[in-house]
Each structure stands twice: as structure tokens, then as C-alpha cells.
């Protein structure tokens, strides 16, 4: 009696202590169990482990991060839609935000290549939001990952930090250093996708990113990139600065195929102090048919400051043998003085009709002077 009454005992001891393990433990095994649904998951089966994994709130959060060492592409995208998830339940000044942000800058040079960019995935989403979140140590967080991210090689890593920089920027201390928005930019300026070059050029629209003037030097054949979205963002980062591109440079521009690029031209052009009379003549001189380029003549006596000798002079070199002639044609009815190009064209110029007409105006002006 007194054997089956231990036994009893040592039976209720063993439940209760098992009992207690579950309890202690359980939501460890249960976050171990929900990780590991999710990163298996597919995308149709990914919704309902995101929920279970919210539901334990922060407590799925170091391992979510741990996750993120793995190497499999889909597990990591995953663990960034539960991350995102949770970012979306917290409101935009919860503390839980900053803390989720110092541990996932903390884990990312741990994480593997795809981990790192379901890393810079979610680190954007704390920017986004209103109000969004502002917090000092959040930045800094944010600004720590951002550098760390300039210094990877990997490339699928370049679109993530540019677009993380875009959101960084205007929020940034102006005590930071901006060395490591200009790597972005520099790299980014001459990287084969269109979009990650659209990026890199939107960071040097920003004063402390501009002050470089290397910088801005990698954005000028940007003006003719084969992106209008490209073009457009070149424009507007160099199209104002004069010794760095010149209006013979911006003219070309006023034939772009991509109205915005057109428009931004002629902005560029009136900043400089271009008059509207100025940009249709530059628009004229520019277009690619010689036959418009002569229409250059019938304009230059609709207004006092067009000075027609500098057309002339453009136009004394153009490509078109016609052009060439007919310049030559109006100095000799307007008197005017085409100086050493004049010299140069009645020796060497390619064409015969233009080195006679030169010579003939050449002689002209002998007789004038006598």
C-alpha cells in the first residue's frame, strides 16, 4: 500500500515537472517551432507563420534575426515580411521600433548575403510612415547600417543602400559625415542599371553630398545617358553649374527626345541669363538638319544683343559644308569680321565652294581697308 502510494507521488511529481517545463519553455518551442515554419514557408503558407510570429511580439525577434544567417533566398525574404510585420503593429514612436533597429544593425554583419538585403529591406520601413520615426539612437542605428552596407561588393546590395540613403538623407545631423552617401553616389553613378544610376544622381541634389566637385564631374555624361529619368536628375544636379558644363554642351539637350529633359534645358538655359530669342537660335544652331541650322541666318537681326559674329562663328564650323557657306555668305553682305576663322577656312577648309567664298570675302575686306 505504502509502495503504490510513492509510486502515485513520483507520478504527480513527474507530470508537475513536466508540466512546469512546458511553462517555462514553451514559448521558446513555440517561437522555434513558428521560425521554422516561416522559413520553410511558400508564399502561399508565409501569411499565416507571420501572424503566429507577431502574436509573440518581441519575443520572436532574436530569432527572426538569427534566421537571417541562413543562405536560403526565400527563407530570408520571409523572415523580413514577419520583421515588417512587426513594425507595422508597433506605432511609429513605440521604443520597440529603436530597439528592433540597434539589434538589426548589431546582426547584419553577421547575417549572409541574402540576409543582408532583407536587412536593408526592413531598415528602410523605419523611415516610412507618418509621422515617421525620428528618434536620435534609431538613426544612428540606421546610419551605422547604411555604412556598413557602402562597403559590401555584392550587387544586389547597391539598390537597397542607395534607397536607404534616399530616406536617411534628409533626416541626417548636419554634423554627419558625408563620406558615405558620396561612395554610394560614386558607385552608383557608373553602375549598368538605369535605376540604381537615377539614385546615385538624386543623392548629389543634396548640398552636403554636392560640395564634392569630383563628384558632380562623374555626373556629367549622365546628361546623355540613355535613361530620360537618368537625364532628367543629371540636369538638375549639373545643368546650373557653369564651369562644369557649358552652354554648348546644354544645347544639344534642347532636342532630347524626353519632354521633361527639353524643359529642364531650357530652365538651365534661363538661369544663366539666356533670353528666349538666345534658345530658339540655340535650338536652330543644334538641330540635326543643316537646312534648319541655316534658318540661324533669317534671326540674327531680331534683336540688338544676339552679337551675329559669335554665330557666325559657330556656324562657320559646322559639319555641313552648306552652313559653312552660307556664313560666310552673311559676313560678306553685313560686313562682318570673321578674323582668323576666316584665314583658316579660305586655306583648309574640306570644302572647295567654301575655301573660294572665304578667299573671296578675304579679298573683299582687302579692298575695304585700302
Not at 509573440?56 to 514577419?82: T, W, Y
Request: glycine share 6%.
Amino acid at each position: 500500500m505504502g509502495k503504490r502510494r510513492f509510486l502515485g507521488w513520483g507520478a504527480t511529481l513527474v507530470v508537475a515537472a513536466a508540466l512546469a517545463v512546458f511553462w517555462f519553455a514553451g514559448t521558446p518551442l513555440l517561437t522555434w517551432y513558428y521560425l521554422h515554419g516561416l522559413t520553410h514557408a511558400d508564399e502561399a503558407d508565409r501569411e499565416g507563420w507571420v501572424k503566429r510570429l507577431v502574436a509573440l511580439d518581441f519575443e520572436a525577434v532574436p530569432g527572426l534575426l538569427d534566421c537571417l544567417k541562413g543562405d536560403d533566398e526565400r527563407g530570408c525574404e520571409n523572415v523580413a515580411a514577419a520583421l515588417t510585420a512587426l513594425i507595422d503593429a508597433w506605432p511609429p514612436q513605440d521604443p520597440r521600433r529603436a530597439e528592433l533597429a540597434l539589434r538589426l544593425e548589431s546582426a547584419y554583419a553577421r547575417c549572409s548575403p541574402p540576409g543582408q538585403r532583407a536587412a536593408l529591406d526592413v531598415a528602410g520601413l523605419f523611415l516610412k510612415g507618418d509621422p515617421p520615426e525620428r528618434s536620435a539612437d534609431l538613426l544612428a542605428a540606421l546610419q551605422r547600417l547604411l555604412t556598413a552596407s557602402a562597403r559590401a561588393a555584392e550587387p544586389g546590395h547597391r539598390p537597397r543602400a542607395l534607397a536607404l540613403a534616399a530616406l536617411l538623407l534628409p533626416r541626417t545631423p548636419k554634423d554627419t559625415d558625408w563620406e558615405v552617401y558620396r561612395q554610394l553616389a560614386r558607385f552608383g553613378l557608373k553602375d549598368g542599371e538605369a535605376p540604381n544610376r537615377h539614385r546615385a544622381a538624386r543623392l548629389t541634389l543634396h548640398p552636403a553630398v554636392r560640395a564634392d566637385q569630383r563628384l558632380l564631374q562623374d555626373v556629367l555624361p549622365l546628361v546623355r545617358d540613355p535613361s530620360p529619368l537618368v537625364r532628367r536628375v543629371a540636369l538638375l544636379s549639373v545643368g546650373s553649374e557653369e564651369e562644369l558644363i557649358s552652354e554648348d554642351d546644354l544645347l544639344p539637350l534642347l532636342h532630347d527626345a524626353d519632354d521633361e529633359v527639353r524643359r529642364l534645358c531650357e530652365a538651365a538655359l534661363r538661369g544663366r541669363g539666356l533670353k528666349e530669342t538666345h534658345i530658339q537660335l540655340g535650338r536652330l544652331l543644334t538641330d540635326p538638319r543643316a537646312r534648319v541650322r541655316l534658318d540661324v541666318l533669317q534671326h540674327l537681326h531680331e534683336a540688338d544683343d544676339l552679337h551675329p559674329e559669335v554665330w557666325l562663328q559657330r556656324l562657320s564650323q559646322d559639319r555641313a559644308a552648306a552652313v559653312r557657306a552660307g556664313a560666310i555668305r552673311y559676313a560678306f553682305d553685313t560686313a562682318i569680321d570673321l578674323g582668323e576663322r576666316l584665314r583658316q577656312m579660305a586655306e583648309s577648309d574640306p570644302d572647295e565652294t567654301v575655301r573660294q567664298n572665304a578667299r573671296d570675302l578675304q579679298e573683299l575686306q582687302r579692298r575695304r581697308q585700302r
